[in-house]
């Protein structure tokens, strides 16, 4: 049973461009949910997807985007990228409104 | 408002030890708690969890405790082994939200 997958593993990118992070999540569950982790820090809540729309949405600016498939994966998309936003960004899956999260090992995006 | 905090930053353990970790919440809402290991390069993996009607609860060689009246909240992790060394976050979830709203963590480091 595949736990949760997120691609790609790193990424460099330049600030200004945009990037798109991926998340499978773990089968069964039909909920996402995407953190950033500042080097040292916990992760914070970005926003949470469930039946293909956003259901609520931590302090991040619109820059920050998203969507979930048919298939229950889900995309980051973060616009005009800043040197502030390099951090691991991390997916977690849950089943909806039940407490039982898995996080995959992430995404280490750096803006250069 | 919402916050999540702990003690102390780092630790360090001789081996066979005992270890506690603690955590400060600040939001009387929270009715859910989880403490994560993290382990370098890899996301948080789930520990043990404890709802706000509980006071104690107990797992393979940890305990969490959870003190309302002065919103506390530990880890124990009993006979310390080298494979416990990572960064400990506890994690809340406030009474009708769905997110996790961590706490900064603590590196714990097993002496051999």
């Known amino acids: 049973d595949a736990g949760v997958t997120q691609s790609p593993t790193h990424l460099i990118k330049t600030r200004g461009q945009q990037v798109t992070l991926r998340c499978s999540p773990k089968s069964g569950h039909d909920t996402v949910s995407w953190y950033q982790q500042a080097l040292g820090q916990g992760p914070q809540f970005i926003f949470q997807?469930?039946?293909?729309?956003?259901?609520q949405r931590g302090n991040f600016p619109d820059r920050f985007s998203g969507h979930q498939f048919p298939n229950y994966s889900s995309e980051l998309n973060v616009n005009a990228l800043l040197l502030g936003d390099s951090a691991l960004y991390l997916c977690?899956?849950?089943?909806?409104?039940?407490?039982?999260?898995?996080f995959g090992s992430g995404t280490r995006l750096t803006v250069v | 408002g919402e916050s999540v905090g702990l003690h102390l930053p780092t630790l360090s353990v001789q081996e066979g030890d005992n270890s506690i970790i603690n955590c400060a919440y600040s939001n009387s809402a929270s009715d859910y708690f989880i403490w994560y290991k993290q382990e370098s390069g890899k996301g948080p993996q789930f520990i043990i969890d404890i709802r706000s009607n509980m006071d104690k609860r107990q797992g393979q060689r940890v305990t969490v405790l959870l003190n309302k009246t002065v919103k506390h909240l530990s880890l124990q992790i009993a006979a310390t082994q080298p494979g416990d060394s990572a960064v400990y976050f506890c994690?809340?979830?406030?009474?009708?939200?769905?997110?996790?709203?961590f706490g900064q963590g603590t590196r714990l480091t097993i002496n051999p």
């Open positions: 977690a899956s849950s089943l909806h409104k039940v407490y039982g999260y898995t």
């Open positions: 997807y469930y039946e293909e729309e956003e259901r």
């Open positions: 994690a809340e979830i406030i009474q009708g939200a769905q997110k996790l709203v």
